[in-house]
């Protein structure tokens, strides 16, 4: 009898290749004969290209081929999720080009490729090329950007503006706060984030002259995604043609979502050089203008409500910057996943929201860990502090009077969520948001802060305490909803798994996500064994690959558990009920008096009529003895499409001291109560809380990436971006509450980003509560030492 | 123009022919296959080239192959005795010390150094000798539990911690 590991916390299989240093990453793959390209970028944030002179670069040592816009014939980038999509919103589309031809629009931009026999080469002869600029003005700030006058970016969008999108009831909203007691304004600030995984992005190309068809090894979080994406938007290149490979994926965090110029890139060099194989891989410093930012909103948000604490209404405008061009799904990060979620865990009886979307001379923006909803969530979470100090009552008790009840649900939020056409809508279907916060408030000590707060300032430290009550929206999504609102990719959302038990008994499944650190060779076995009754050793999870894969959409959104592994589920079930049909049929008894004991199938009353799944798959894959409507092979594929979203929520609290002098922050404890339904592996849960955490923290205290008005990037490496050190970090003190999804049968939520969603706001409220004696009730993001001793000047009347 | 030099890696003396300018990482990686060892930044920031050359934990990337001659080099690849894994390498998988695995062999390496240097660190101390290394996974938490871990094991003779080169 195998021992069932399903809520287990089991050593991960995965990880004996990645502590031997037998991982195999993208840069770590070489092929015979394989050529090596490098990719000029543009220098300027804006400007427009009078010509490009290759000629030198072309004689320099080792040079195979230089390529420049002009030779490759393909489409620019796919955008795949407007904003609004059928709903009538107009958005405007400038997306990139394999490389820039008549103009740039950040820096970073590629507008040259060489392609030489060693990097070292490829990167010299980047020199050689000769490009004659004609500089434009620029603009980084996206509120600025649509202001008249603004340097304008591309023809055909007047004042910068990609689309303008409303959600929620504008008028009632209005009314509400027309009406209110109290209303609290306040412009916040999400600044732009570089996410920064450990290993950088890079693509190998492979065209085989032989079969006319291409392999693509990219580190990518969708490779099924990029295929069709590649083929049917990009180069024309038919899908059954071309292959997609990710290898092991060194983090991610959104930024591998997405199909980017270098991927067609490599497809067109490898064929230019008759095909041999082209690897390209960026850069520490050049991913900064080639891969991804993240955030970047400027909001102006107005809070409504009673002295008794209720709140009444939320109005928000936001400017969302999405960068020079646009990333493939850019619009759909800060409309469907920010302003359908603004209204959190609360019970508003109105919201409107208003976001303008905007091309700068930045690098493009899309989504980064959380994805929408950490910007949703820093917006309502400072809401209701601001809200809670202007009436003078605790923000946790605002917090109370205010939460969604345990009977409302489910529920459907004023802010546009369930909001759909032809009847198809999501709504929030579970959640029981004050035990939660009630245990993280007793964890923390919340009772004894005030004098918490005095023993501090006696040493010339500030203390604050800070709360983030967060949900999210995870496990997306329904492909009928997605494709009904018209706001989701311009495909479905479903998943898929296969699983073969071989002769053997031993069980390969194949399945359509695909990891970048979360552990997934490890969680769908555990779930397989579970649903066969087989050793976790016996099954084997492959990924990552077009060809051996079903097709599925990739791993983001906090949706392999609860789409992904309810696919497999489902496959494991088609599996059984083959098994139990064959069983029957070695047993010779009815099918429905078989009866499944983990591996066991058995006839029920007769204990010693029984056969193992194992014995079961040898003779179906043998085929020797079938019944007559049965085909050989236990294999079996399925394909699961949710219903509905999955809802974690929870509550973390931050607890912060300032140094009075130097305005140094020091995070000196962080407690988390997440609710994200039952736990495949806790191990791997609290590990994935514990980096959202040090992300979101990372935002809040030490990181931003900051442009000069040139469009210059001023924070341009790892040398200018702080990344949180261990140093710098508390030990994270998790807890839990078990609020099962209804919606999948595992009852898994998804947890990949409830810590990077709820952090940042935590430490954020924290940090302004320490300031609030000085007369500070707000302070934009980073934290950093200096930004905090110039508010702290500030409000002593001292120069800032 | 190529510099001859010649040095042990893993223990296993060797002799490569390669350009001044190439970087310990690159002639680890490139030359002699030895792609556990990453590059994760330009900047010398990030930690994820980290290796032992003499015994000190060096952040590959800072060195040029030149510099390596007649030194002895240690890789991720060569903590493990043969199928025995170093105790940081078990502790890392038991107390799940790595997501992508991508920072971990150079994060094991300097860990190996504090543990020849510091038997018995605090939890500070521990994040204090990771601070060159960059996770973007962790938090760090359950790497300095997997660091603590594996002192521990050191400690009560489990192993000895192979830093020297």
Known sequence: MAIDMLGSPVKRTEDPRFITGKGRYLDDIKLQNMAHMAILRSPYAHANIRSIDTSAAARMPGVIRVITGADIPYNPLPMAWPAGGSSGIQNNVNTPRALATDSVKWTGEGVAAVIAETPEQAVDALDAIVVDWAPLPAVVDAEKATQPGAPQLHENAPNNVVFVWNVGDKAGTDAAIDAAEVVVRQRIVNQRLIPNPMEVRGDIGWYN???????????????????????????????????????????????????????????????????????????????????????????????????????????????????????????????????????????????????????????????????????????????????????????????????????????????????????????????????????????????????????????????????????????????????AVGEGWGAAMWESANIKVHLTGKIIATVGTQPQGQGHETTYAQVIAHELGVPMEDVIVQHSDTQGTPFGYGSYGSRTSSVGMTAAVKAAAKVREKARRYAAHMLEANVEDIEVDGASYRVKGSPDK????????????????????????????????????????????????????????????????????????????????????????????????????????????????????????????????????????????????AGAIASTAAVANAVVDALRPLGIRHLDMPYTAQTVWRAIQGSKGGQA | MSEHITFVVNGIPRELDVEPRRLLVQALREDLDLTGTHVGCDTSQCGACTVHVDGMAVKSCTMLAVQAEGSEVRTIEGLADGDTLHPLQAAFWEKHGLQCGFCTPGMIMTAADLLARNADPSDDEIRHAIDGNICRCTGYQNIVAAVREAARVIRSGGATVAAQG
């Open chain 1, 209 to 483: 002259p032989g079969t006319e068809e291409y392999t693509v090894w990219m580190s990518s979080q969708t490779p099924h995604i990029q295929r069709l994406l590649l083929t049917a938007f990009v180069t024309g290149i038919p899908e059954h043609k071309v292959r997609c490979i990710s290898p092991d994926v060194g983090g991610a965090f959104g930024t591998k979502i997405f199909c980017y110029a270098d991927m067609a890139l490599v497809m067109f060099a490898s064929k230019a050089i008759g095909g041999r194989p082209v690897k390209w891989v960026e850069s520490r410093r050049e991913s900064y203008g080639s891969t991804i930012h993240g955030r970047d909103h400027i909001t102006y948000l107005e809070i409504a409500g009673a002295r008794d604490g209720q709140v009444t209404g939320l109005r928000v405008k936001t400017y969302a910057n999405l960068g020079g061009r646009l990333s493939t799904i850019g619009p759909g990060i800060p409309t469907t996943l920010y302003g359908r979620v603004l209204a959190g865990p609360y019970k508003f009886p109105n919201v409107s929201c208003e976001v303008t979307g905007v091309y700068t001379n930045t690098t493009f923006v899309d989504a980064y860990r959380g994805a929408g909803r950490p910007e949703a969530t820093y917006v309502v979470e400072r809401a209701m502090d601001l809200f809670a100090a202007e009436i003078g009552m605790d923000p946790a008790e605002v917090r109370r009077r205010n939460f969604l009840a345990p009977d409302q649900f489910p529920y459907d939020n004023p802010s546009g969520l369930g909001t759909a056409v032809n009847g198809e809508k999501i709504f929030i279907d579970s959640g029981n948001y004050e035990p939660a916060m009630d245990k993280a408030l007793a964890t923390v000590g919340y009772a004894d802060m005030a004098a918490k707060k005095a023993e501090a300032k006696a040493r010339g430290k500030l203390l604050g305490v800070g709360l983030s009550t967060y949900i999210e929206v995870c496990g997306v999504a329904p492909s009928k909803w997605i494709g």
């Open chain 1, 610 to 753: 029984v056969k193992t799944i194992q014995e079961i798959a040898f003779a179906i894959d043998l085929g020797f003895s079938l019944p007559p409507d049965m085909e050989p092979y236990l294999d079996e594929t399925a394909y699961h499409d949710t219903t509905n979203c999955t809802w974690p929520f929870g509550t973390h609290v931050a607890v912060v001291e300032i140094d009075e002098e130097s305005g140094k922050v020091d995070l000196v404890r962080y407690v988390a109560v997440d609710d994200v339904g039952k736990k495949i592996n806790p191990m791997i849960v609290d590990g994935q809380l514990h980096g959202g955490i040090a992300q979101g923290v990372g935002q809040a205290l030490w990181e931003g990436a900051i442009y000069g008005d040139d469009g210059q990037l001023q924070s341009g490496s790892l040398l200018d971006y702080a990344l949180p050190r261990a140093s710098w970090l508390p030990n994270l003190e998790l807890d839990e509450t078990v609020t099962p999804s209804p919606v999948n049968p595992l009852g898994v939520k998804g947890v990949g980003e």
